[in-house]
């Protein structure tokens, strides 16, 4: 059963760090594009990042490039998002996802599995 669980959230102020993780079990990420979504109260949920089954391809999206890193540690089978130089604006529920279908996406209906996310309060 494919299970992915996220962790790290928290509350910062604006300027602040954090790092999600995202812990997957039932396969392996080696065959999957991984990506982190965000779901801000009210809006609906957008891509964050994405990388691909190699790591080797990337995308993010405008609004946190150069700010947020997304990366994986095939041994531990975990997917992180490091974020830093935190805004209000990147107030969300932050989801990890899995796609079994494409190579590399930002979009949420290329994505079939999905973790229960974790929350980032960013106060100014």
């Known amino acids: 059963q494919v299970q992915l669980v996220e962790s790290g959230g928290g509350s910062v102020q604006s300027g602040g760090s954090l790092r999600l993780s995202c812990a997957v079990s039932?396969?392996?990420?080696?065959?999957?594009?991984m990506g982190w979504f965000r779901q801000a109260p009210g809006k609906e949920r957008e891509g964050v990042a994405a990388?691909?089954?190699?790591?080797?391809?990337?995308s993010y999206a405008a609004s946190v490039k150069g700010r947020f890193t997304i990366s994986q540690d095939n041994a531990k089978n975990t997917l992180y998002l490091q974020m830093n130089s935190l805004k209000p604006e990147d107030t969300a529920m932050y989801y990890c996802?899995?796609?079994?279908?494409?190579?590399?996406?930002?979009?949420?209906?290329?994505?079939?599995?999905w973790g229960q996310g974790t929350q980032v309060t960013v106060s100014s």
């Open positions: 996802a899995a796609s079994e279908w494409v190579i590399i996406s930002l979009g949420e209906s290329d994505f079939g599995y």
């Open positions: 990388i691909d089954s190699d790591g080797v391809t990337i």
């Open positions: 039932g396969y392996t990420l080696k065959k999957y594009c």
